[in-house]
């Protein structure tokens, strides 16, 4: 196998991100009781111009990380590095100097439209934070070149969201997360509240922007079939952590975490001889609590494949976060303890030269 180096100095680093919400108990005297650990222990790195894809059920912490990544929330504990630096530590001028590298778009371009507001407004908003960027007297134009970027007619400026559709809606909130024209942006099921038939059209809107303006994303969806054509590797979530990650032909053609497998066996195949020879995999059990995470192996309580040993030890992804971005396209890593064929690198041959 070769050994694995780090290719590139990756744009954003995140290593041991845990976010708890606390959960209390009583109205006047409020004691806490316990936490719910949406996010516990996610590591990952995103390369310049790379999409990165996370995927999972509803409430395993995606949307957690997204908020973090973006500041809307504080990790409990944890580092977010962008270009080199802890973004958790920054205050005042340079998180706001960050800040404006890395946008969110949102899941519901229902919801997360100010109805309120016409379109020129919405897209407009961020230059009232960052005026540096485009001065009042050029706003304008620039807010009518974004909708053009994105594929709206720049005379629906003064027009209101109800006026659109939800596809266009979803434009609209991509023209405001490229109106401080960031580096990164993390679009957090971009898709997900969108018809079928117009989803392979946001998505593809979003492939062309990147090039168009270098961008850097992770993608979330909690469906591996969304991600598929967008992303360059993608990482399964379970219950606040990431269980597998690698490049996306990987994920998807040799998939060994007994999750990334079950999931990958629900999405749907066109084509009816290999829907014939593929396995279904139907998991029972509801996913637990984050309240309450199973010892060890977080999956186990669902798993056709889980022994005693799950039980006592957790699995971790064996590649430390720094080696994580690679081009190798064997690389792949996946925490379980009985992971089929594991396309990992001992730890011995990462100490040689790569660091
Ligand atoms: N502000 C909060 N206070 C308490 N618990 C929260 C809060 N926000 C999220 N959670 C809990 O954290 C867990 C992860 O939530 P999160 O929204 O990150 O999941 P998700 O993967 O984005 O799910 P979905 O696919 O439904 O969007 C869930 O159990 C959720 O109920
Ligand atoms: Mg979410």
């Given amino acids: 196998m070769p050994a694995m180096t780090k290719t590139a100095e990756p744009i954003l680093e995140v290593t041991g991100l845990v976010k708890h919400y606390p959960l209390t108990q009583g109205i006047l005297f409020k004691k ?23 995927v999972g059920e509803s409430g395993c912490g995606k949307s957690t990380v997204a908020k973090m990544l973006v500041n809307l929330e504080k990790p409990t504990a944890g580092t977010i590095k962008y270009k080199g630096e802890d973004i958790t530590k920054m205050s005042g001028r340079a998180l706001k100097a960050v800040r404006r590298n890395i946008q969110m778009v949102f899941q519901d371009p229902y919801t997360s439209l100010n109805p309120r507001m016409t379109v020129g407004d919405i897209i407009g908003e961020p230059y009232e934070i960052h005026p540096e960027v485009a001065p009042k007297g050029d ?33 609209i909130g991509i023209a405001r997360g490229l109106a401080l024209r960031p580096e990164i942006i993390v679009a957090d099921e971009p898709v997900s509240a969108l018809d079928v038939s117009v989803q392979a059209q946001v998505i593809n809107l979003l492939d062309r922007l990147q090039s168009e303006f270098d961008l850097s994303y992770v993608f979330i969806a909690h469906d591996l079939s969304i991600v598929r054509h967008i992303s360059d590797r993608v990482g399964v979530m379970y219950l606040g952590r990431i269980v597998e990650i690698g490049r996306d032909a990987e994920i998807y053609d040799h998939p060994t975490h007994p999750y990334t497998q079950a999931l990958l066996s629900a999405v749907p195949v066109p ?15 509801d996913v637990p609590s984050p309240a309450n995470p199973p ?6 309580t669902r798993c056709w494949k889980a022994q ?48």
């Avoid at 806490?32 to 996370?54: C, H, K, N, P």
């Avoid at 629906?156 to 969201?161: D, F, H, K, L, Q």
């Avoid at 001889?273 to 059990?285: C, K, Q, S, W, Y």
């Avoid at 799950?310 to 190798?328: G, H, I, K, W, Y």
């Fill in 32 to 54: 806490q009781v316990g936490a719910v650990r949406a996010v516990d222990g996610v590591d990952f790195a995103l390369g310049a111009g790379e999409t990165l894809g996370i």
């Fill in 295 to 300: 010892s060890g192996c977080r999956f186990r």
């Fill in 308 to 355: 005693e040993r799950c039980e006592l030890e957790v699995p971790l992804l064996a590649v430390p976060a720094e080696f994580r971005l690679t081009t190798d396209p064997t690389a792949h890593d996946s925490a379980c303890h009985f992971a089929e064929e594991k396309h990992v690198v001992p730890t011995d041959d990462l100490d040689d030269g790569v660091k």
């Fill in 139 to 171: 706003r304008r134009q620039k807010v009518q070149d974004l909708l053009d970027v994105v594929g709206l007619n720049p005379e629906y400026i003064n027009r209101y969201p109800h006026q659109f559709s939800g596809g266009q809606r979803q434009r």
């Fill in 271 to 285: 084509d009816p001889e290999a829907r014939e020879h593929r396995e279904r995999i139907i998991l029972t059990g």
